[in-house]
């Protein structure tokens, strides 16, 4: 799915816990159902791939993330939220730590998450931290099997690393974070990274300084605005960073 997905309707519903999984040591997975969130569910963009709500815990605390995964059928979303960031533990990693069936918090949304590759795409760039994985799942499984894509995924170690399902011919890199500098290994592994032949999309996510250093470097060498999409997810020492 190679088209530009514009997300138009916005609305807000209260979700109920249905299930909670641990996907890696530092990932855990919400499922959220209940009517509201079925009705959510049926609106445009909702399963935009990268696609992202406001989650706001019970405390009335929001943060942003990335739906993984949205069931029309069945009513549901699931959400993987990354614990013991390397910002601290915010109001939303706190909570899912300890979320449990029955449960209750609100989402709204939802917006776009920048995943628009031209028509005429011919390869994918994809780089990003922990936080960015949802949304790369979610492109991942929106991608159809011509597309080649290199995906680049800096982590806390080799147990933080996830099977990716998709179609594509795709390739994926994972690379060991740096606790000091977080960002600091995708940043190295990408500037002056070859790019293949013919017209192509670039999308990054993650720590927002080391996202603003790739995005530079790729518009200084010549990517065209509207085939780069960067997004700070989060900054060092910001407990709510907003890009």
């Given at each position: 799915?190679?088209?530009?997905?514009?997300?138009?309707?916005?609305?807000?519903?209260l979700?109920?816990?249905l299930?909670?999984?641990t996907?890696?040591?530092?990932?855990?997975?919400?499922?959220?159902?209940?009517?509201?969130?079925?009705?959510?569910?049926?609106?445009?963009?909702?399963d935009?791939?990268g696609?992202?709500?406001?989650l706001f815990?019970?405390?009335?605390?929001?943060?942003?993330?990335t739906?993984?995964?949205?069931?029309?059928a069945?009513?549901?979303?699931?959400?993987?939220?990354?614990?013991?960031?390397?910002?601290?533990?915010?109001?939303?990693?706190?909570?899912a730590?300890?979320?449990?069936?029955?449960?209750?918090v609100?989402?709204?949304?939802?917006?776009?998450?920048?995943?628009?590759?031209?028509?005429?795409t011919?390869?994918?760039?994809?780089?990003g931290?922990a936080?960015?994985?949802?949304?790369?799942?979610?492109?991942?499984a929106?991608l159809d099997?011509?597309?080649?894509?290199?995906?680049y995924v800096?982590?806390?170690?080799?147990?933080?690393?996830?099977p990716?399902?998709?179609?594509a011919?795709?390739?994926?890199?994972?690379?060991?974070a740096?606790?000091?500098?977080?960002?600091?290994?995708?940043?190295?592994?990408?500037?002056?990274?070859?790019?293949?032949?013919?017209?192509?999309?670039i999308?990054?996510?993650g720590e927002a300084?080391a996202?603003?250093?790739?995005?530079?470097y790729?518009?200084?060498?010549g990517?065209?605005?509207?085939?780069?999409?960067?997004k700070?997810?989060?900054?060092?020492?910001?407990?709510?960073?907003?890009d």
């Amino acid at each position: 799915m190679l088209e530009r997905l514009a997300v138009q309707v916005r609305q807000r519903a209260l979700g109920t816990v249905l299930d909670v999984q641990t996907v890696t040591p530092h990932m855990r997975r919400i499922t959220l159902g209940g009517a509201e969130v079925a009705a959510f569910v049926q609106g445009e963009g909702v399963d935009a791939p990268g696609a992202w709500v406001k989650l706001f815990v019970p405390s009335g605390e929001g943060r942003a993330y990335t739906l993984r995964t949205v069931d029309r059928a069945a009513g549901t979303v699931r959400i993987d939220l990354v614990l013991h960031g390397e910002s601290g533990d915010g109001p939303a990693s706190m909570w899912a730590a300890q979320a449990r069936v029955g449960d209750q918090v609100s989402i709204a949304g939802p917006r776009n998450g920048g995943f628009a590759p031209p028509a005429d795409t011919r390869w994918l760039l994809l780089g990003g931290d922990a936080t960015a994985l949802p949304a790369i799942q979610s492109i991942a499984a929106a991608l159809d099997a011509a597309m080649p894509v290199e995906a680049y995924v800096e982590v806390d170690g080799a147990a933080e690393q996830q099977p990716i399902s998709t179609a594509a011919d795709w390739r994926t890199t994972w690379l060991r974070a740096d606790p000091g500098e977080p960002g600091r290994s995708l940043c190295q592994q990408l500037l002056h990274h070859p790019l293949p032949p013919g017209p192509g999309y670039i999308w990054l996510a993650g720590e927002a300084s080391a996202v603003r250093e790739l995005k530079l470097y790729f518009q200084e060498h010549g990517i065209e605005r509207h085939r780069l999409s960067a997004k700070g997810y989060w900054r060092t020492g910001n407990a709510d960073h907003r890009d």
